[in-house]
T-cell receptor, first 112, second 114 residues
Framework: KQEVTQIPAALSVPEGENLVLNCSFT??????LQWFRQDPGKGLTSLLL?????REQTSGRLNASLDKSSGRSTLYIAASQPGDSATYLC???????????FGTGTRLQVTL | EAGVTQSPTHLIKTRGQQATLRCSPI?????VYWYQQALGLGLQFLLW???????NRGNFPPRFSGRQFPNYSSELNVNALELEDSALYLC?????????????FGPGTRLTVT
């Protein structure tokens, strides 16, 4: 059974800092990994999708890496802004069920 | 291009009633997924439909059911509502059965059971 863990659970940083969010998964036989952002009480916004054959993906100030063999992914956010404050979720797609298995999220607060 | 839409935004029901939630996928997407996000429990997979068929379901009781219509929109039904069914229900869609296909999420329906 796939299990996904995110560390840290919460993070508070001053504006302008670079930061790293971590995601680990127990079954390395994945199809892909997605990073999402969720604002309070809202749906999910997809940030980056990394296929199992890829090592990293970049979008603007975001960079996500994937090390499938060790069961780890990191989301790097450069030059953080108050608008980045949200909960960040990673999810892996594995097995034949096509479902996503989600981590519990990292709640990020970027302060002025 | 319109994203995934869900209705209603909020739904308030009493224990024992039935709730019906609706989802319209992105145009061209044939797969629809339902997830439950209950307070303190994280996002849990509920159901997956593709081409009108239920392809997989999560570890939820049979009173959670649904269907997918010929236009690929979907309906989630929750019978005999219990207090613990109160949650944000999220719908996602993707292109077909391809394992690499990205899932796009709607804004969710907030179900409150009193």
């Amino acid at each position: 059974k796939q299990e996904v863990t995110q560390i840290p659970a919460a993070l508070s940083v001053p504006e302008g800092e670079n930061l790293v969010l971590n995601c680990s998964f127990t079954d390395s036989a994945i199809y892909n990994l997605q990073w999402f952002r969720q604002d309070p009480g809202k749906g999910l916004t997809s940030l980056l999708l990394i296929q199992s054959s890829q090592r990293e993906q970049t979008s603007g100030r975001l960079n996500a890496s994937l090390d499938k063999s060790s069961g780890r992914s990191t989301l790097y956010i450069a030059a953080s802004q108050p608008g980045d404050s949200a909960t960040y979720l990673c999810a892996v797609r594995s097995g034949t069920a096509s479902k996503l298995t989600f981590g519990t999220g990292t709640r990020l607060q970027v302060t002025l | 291009e319109a994203g995934v839409t869900q209705s209603p935004t909020h739904l308030i029901k009493t224990r024992g009633q039935q709730a019906t939630l609706r989802c319209s996928p992105i145009s061209g997407h044939t797969s629809v997924y339902w997830y439950q996000q209950a307070l303190g429990l994280g996002l849990q997979f509920l159901l997956w439909y593709d081409e009108g068929e239920e392809r997989n379901r999560g570890n939820f009781p049979p009173r959670f059911s649904g269907r997918q219509f010929p236009n690929y929109s979907s309906e989630l039904n929750v019978n005999a509502l219990e207090l613990e069914d109160s949650a944000l229900y999220l719908c996602a869609s993707s292109l077909g059965l391809g394992a690499g296909n990205e899932q796009y999420f709607g804004p969710g329906t907030r179900l409150t059971v009193t």
